[in-house]
Nanobody
Framework: QSQLVESGGDLVQAGESLRLSCTST????????VGWFRQAPGKEREGILC????????VYGDSLKGRFTISRDSAKNVVYLDMNDLKPEDTAVYYC??????????????????WGRGTQVTVSS
């Protein structure tokens, strides 16, 4: 059973926006680093953004910078991924993951201990 649950994936048109949510009934998401990742068909899973327990977000790659943002609502125990100006190449399964008992994000995807099952985002041209 996954410790994290993603939601909000949908079929949208290019240029539209989407908000994904990551929740947990077993983990306090404000007590650890939480990241968003994605995996497109035939490609490796890649990191998008991570929010540490404290401090500024960690950006895995510059290509998405400015279009995607990450935020946390501690009262609701939710971490969001806001995606703007979506492009067909953003089509992928999006996952959230938590590191476990540590405050910091990690460059390596394998450092994330808890994963959700993903939510599908499809962007049509």
């Amino acid at each position: 059973q996954s410790q994290l649950v993603e939601s909000g994936g949908d079929l949208v048109q290019a240029g539209e926006s989407l908000r994904l949510s990551c929740t947990s009934t077993t983990l306090s998401l404000d007590q650890q680093a939480v990241g968003w990742f994605r995996q497109a068909p035939g490609k490796e899973r890649e990191g998008i953004l991570c929010l540490p327990r404290r401090g500024q977000m960690f950006v895995y790659g510059d290509s998405l910078k400015g279009r995607f943002t990450i935020s946390r609502d501690s009262a609701k125990n939710v971490v969001y991924l806001d995606m703007n100006d979506l492009k067909p190449e953003d089509t992928a399964v999006y996952y959230c993951a938590a590191r476990g008992p540590t405050d910091f994000c990690a460059a390596s995807i394998s450092a994330y201990r808890y994963w959700g099952r993903g939510t599908q985002v499809t962007v049509s041209s």
